[in-house]
């Protein structure tokens, strides 16, 4: 009776057919352990159905359970938003954005295949963004003629950039960029007394020649 209540198994009635299955199959192997095998094959009919209905149950739970993962990928890249949005307010929310959403493709690829990345249809969101934050993250970060970047520029700055030119430090590559204010390519004196000069608002930063470059 319990092998006969089994309905065919479908996506709209397994959670309640499942049950159902199990309850059968229970019943089966008690009855086996009780009165062994042959005994049930020669009394119990419908066992072939039984174990077709567990098989169908099966694939249909993976099936739904991979297309869940897959939408969870999709959803998790989703997230992520238009990769053109993503600037420097934003970048460090966005790239844990991306990480996420790379985390779930993982768990999907690795329960069901590598094949399943196709099945994602906005797969390519995450390395266009990865390319982004790592554009915006590589971006120097620097002050035209703040040497030291303590959010100032006085004569320390031109100080700095004056030991530079003769050897005496070594100026970190963004620091380099910052003293640089003729953009030269090269740290020397003319840019130590640019700095200076600034330092007394002889004259404005945005007029460093190195400025006027970037706002062109």
């Not at 098989?55 to 991979?66: F, G, L, W």
């Amino acid at each position: 009776e319990a092998i006969a209540a089994i309905e065919n198994v479908t996506e709209e009635n397994y959670q309640s057919v499942g049950p159902k299955i199990d309850r059968a199959e229970e019943l089966y192997q008690s009855f086996v352990d009780a009165y062994g095998q042959s005994e049930a094959d020669a009394m119990i009919t419908g066992v072939g159905d039984m174990t077709a209905a567990r098989t169908e149950y099966d694939r249909i739970v993976k099936e739904i359970a991979k297309r869940a993962a897959i939408q969870e990928a999709i959803d998790a890249i989703t997230a992520i938003g238009a990769v053109a949005d993503i600037n420097e307010e934003n970048v460090d929310a966005k790239q844990a954005l991306v990480e996420a959403a790379e985390q779930a493709v993982k768990e999907l690829t690795d329960a069901y295949g590598q094949d399943m990345v196709s099945e994602v249809s906005n797969y390519g969101t995450i390395a266009d963004a990865k390319a982004r934050i790592a554009a915006i993250k590589d971006v120097p970060q620097y002050t035209l003629g703040d040497v030291n970047d303590d959010d100032k520029i006085d004569a320390s700055d031109a100080l700095m950039a004056l030991q530079a030119s003769v050897s005496l430090i070594t100026l970190t590559d963004d620091q380099k960029l910052a003293a640089d204010v003729n953009d030269d390519g090269k740290v020397d004196a003319s840019d130590a007394l640019m700095i200076l000069q600034c330092s007394v608002d002889l004259i404005k930063p945005e007029a460093f020649p190195a400025a006027i470059k970037l706002v062109w």
